[in-house]
């Protein structure tokens, strides 16, 4: 990551109303949690120091500070394994606080999208992020203009109105 972009913790730190965020890949790699789930290993959510990481700590404190913290993922169906995990793991998410919905692509037409992957802090700043076609993360980009905030606000909330919450979001 460019040394420019602050880390999400601080951005998520200073923010004060809203924080949403859109995911628009069906697969971002491997790591650790997901190869564990691979081999059959499922989390003792009973036991939160097992699962609860910095980041669930910092949406958990945005939250408790007032900040509305959304999630909303566009997804092909059916599911890719990784958004069968992914789905599976956001249980974390729901606890830290966040509200998550989940849009099948197939009811993502007659609206654009962004192409990437994004956090929108406040309606005043963005953070893009930058994938390889491997689902590796290549760097994040912030950007501050006015058309892009609008652009993508609009977007993240009509994909908002037409997504499923997580709870009734079957796989």
Same mark, same amino acid.
């Given at each position: 990551?460019?040394?420019?972009?602050?880390?999400?913790?601080?951005?998520?730190?200073?923010?004060?109303?809203?924080?949403?965020?859109?995911?628009?890949?069906?697969?971002?790699?491997?790591?650790?949690?997901?190869?564990?789930?691979?081999? &059959? @290993?499922? /989390?003792? +959510?009973?036991? =939160? !120091?097992?699962?609860?990481?910095?980041?669930?700590?910092?949406?958990?404190?945005?939250?408790?500070?007032?900040?509305?913290?959304?999630?909303?993922?566009?997804?092909?169906?059916?599911?890719?394994?990784?958004?069968?995990?992914?789905?599976?793991?956001?249980?974390?998410?729901?606890?830290? &606080? @966040?509200? /998550?919905? +989940?849009?099948? =692509? !197939?009811?993502?037409?007659?609206?654009?999208?962004?192409?990437?992957?994004?956090?929108?802090?406040?309606?005043?700043?963005?953070?893009?992020?930058?994938?390889?076609?491997?689902?590796?993360?290549?760097?994040?980009?912030?950007?501050?203009?006015?058309?892009?905030?609008?652009?993508?606000?609009?977007?993240?909330?009509?994909?908002?109105? =037409?997504?499923?919450?997580?709870?009734?979001?079957?796989?």
């Amino acid at each position: 990551m460019p040394s420019s972009v602050p880390p999400f913790s601080e951005l998520l730190a200073n923010a004060r109303r809203s924080a949403v965020h859109l995911e628009l890949r069906d697969d971002y790699g491997t790591n650790p949690r997901l190869e564990a789930w691979q081999r &059959g @290993e499922r /989390v003792d +959510w009973d036991d =939160r !120091d097992s699962w609860f990481h910095p980041f669930h700590q910092s949406i958990a404190e945005a939250v408790a500070r007032g900040v509305v913290v959304r999630r909303a993922r566009v997804v092909s169906e059916p599911v890719s394994e990784y958004i069968r995990w992914e789905h599976y793991a956001t249980r974390a998410n729901i606890i830290a &606080g @966040e509200d /998550v919905r +989940w849009l099948p =692509r !197939d009811r993502a037409t007659g609206f654009l999208i962004p192409a990437n992957d994004f956090w929108l802090f406040d309606g005043e700043l963005i953070r893009f992020h930058h994938f390889a076609g491997d689902g590796r993360h290549v760097m994040d980009e912030l950007r501050t203009d006015a058309v892009t905030l609008e652009l993508c606000g609009s977007a993240f909330e009509e994909i908002w109105q =037409r997504a499923t919450p997580h709870s009734e979001y079957v796989i």
